[in-house]
Each structure stands twice: as C-alpha cells, then as structure tokens.
C-alpha cells in the first residue's frame, strides 16, 4: 500500500518513498510553502526533509520565476532569439534538436541531457541575455560529453547511470522494470538498494 505524506511522518519514511511532484506540491502547500507550485522537485522535497527533521521550513527556498508575456513559442524561435519565456514541450525540443542536426548530424542525445540543459538556461538566464543559438550550442557540448556530472540528490537518472554501469548488457526496458519496482520498495531510491533486494532475491530462491 502506498504511503501517504504527512506532518508526523518519519524521515526515514519520506526518504524511503516515491513521491510525485504534484503530491509534494499538495503537501508543501499545507505545510506553508506559498511558490510550492512553481519549485522543481528536489527543492520541493529538500524543504520537506528540512521540515520533517526540525518542525520547521528553511528561512530561504527557491523556485521557478514567473512568466509574463508573449511565449518566446509564439514569437517564433530562432537562434538569435533572446530566451524571455521559454516553454518546454514537444515543439521547443524539436527545434533544439533540428537545429543542433544541422550543426552536428549524427548527434544522439544523452540520458539527463534536458535536466541538464534546463538548469544551465535557469542559471544563465538569470545572469544575462541568453539566446537559443546559445542553448543549442550547450545542447551540443553536453551530448558531446563522454560522462556527465553526477546531479548531488536522490533521482531517476543517477539510478539509471548506476544501474547501466554495473549491469552490463542490460537494455533500457530492464533498467525502467527496475526502477518501477524500486518505487514501490521501502528503501531509499537508489541502485546500490536495488541490488541489494535483487541479491536477497536471488539467494532466497536457492534456499
């Protein structure tokens, strides 16, 4: 049965459960996060941790800045477009994409490239005029990484780096199998818990 947030939940509880950005948002909401909507989830869940291991909410919190105005979408994208009011869907992707081909054909995308990359156009453009030529060029270096920076939180894709790196062979379709079964696990969201259970599993059945 799946667990349920709550203000009396344990740590460990929250720790060991997969919880969906639109239940942290609901319970953030609850415990007195005013932007919950607008935070990613990591900071969702960063703030719930620090409330139910103090009794209290972090002084500071941070999250997605507001949009105002015409979508850059319906401005038309271009490279030399100025990134104002980005929009991340389908048609947004398919331009970075087309136009990162047309730079370097043969180019595949990397597992974690679009977290990657919305967080490096969060970072630059709120220090300065980015544009999408600029986006497709960090579109471009990141895939022409041999290995990414590992992200320094609990998540699907450092489980997915994890578990491509030890089980050899493996195909995506066993590596989501194992990720949909550790979701529902009591355990912390991670490879090496994975393992743990898939070694148990297997030592039982030759008992």
């Not at 942290?24 to 139910?52: D, Q, W």
């Not at 949009?67 to 994208?77: F, Y």
């Not at 453009?125 to 590992?150: C, H, P």
């Not at 550790?182 to 259970?197: D, G």
Request: aromatic share 12%; hydrophobic share 40%.
């Amino acid at each position: 049965m799946r667990s349920v947030l709550s203000k009396r939940m344990s740590l460990q509880s929250f720790e060991n459960g997969y919880w969906y950005a639109t239940d942290l948002v609901a319970f953030g909401k609850k415990l007195g996060l005013p932007a919950a909507h607008r935070m990613r989830k990591n900071e969702l869940e960063s703030a719930i941790k620090a409330y139910l291991a103090t009794g209290r909410l972090p002084k500071t919190t941070q999250s997605k800045p507001l949009k105002n105005g015409v979508r850059d979408l319906d401005r038309g994208l271009r490279l030399d477009l100025p990134i104002a009011n980005y929009t991340s869907n389908r048609e947004t992707k398919d331009f970075i994409i087309r136009a990162a081909q047309r730079k370097r054909p043969g180019l595949k995308a990397k597992s974690g490239v679009w977290y990657r990359l919305n967080r490096w156009r969060e970072a630059n453009v709120a220090k300065g005029s980015v544009t999408y030529g600029d986006l497709v060029e960090e579109y471009i270096a990141l895939n022409s990484l041999e290995r990414f920076e590992r992200i320094p939180y609990v998540c699907y894709i450092n489980f997915l780096a994890d578990y491509f790196a030890a089980e050899k062979g493996a195909s995506r379709t066993d590596a989501l199998a194992a990720w949909k079964r550790l979701k529902n696990m009591n355990v912390p969201k991670t490879y090496k818990s994975w393992r743990a259970f898939a070694r148990n599993k297997r030592v039982g059945s030759t008992i």
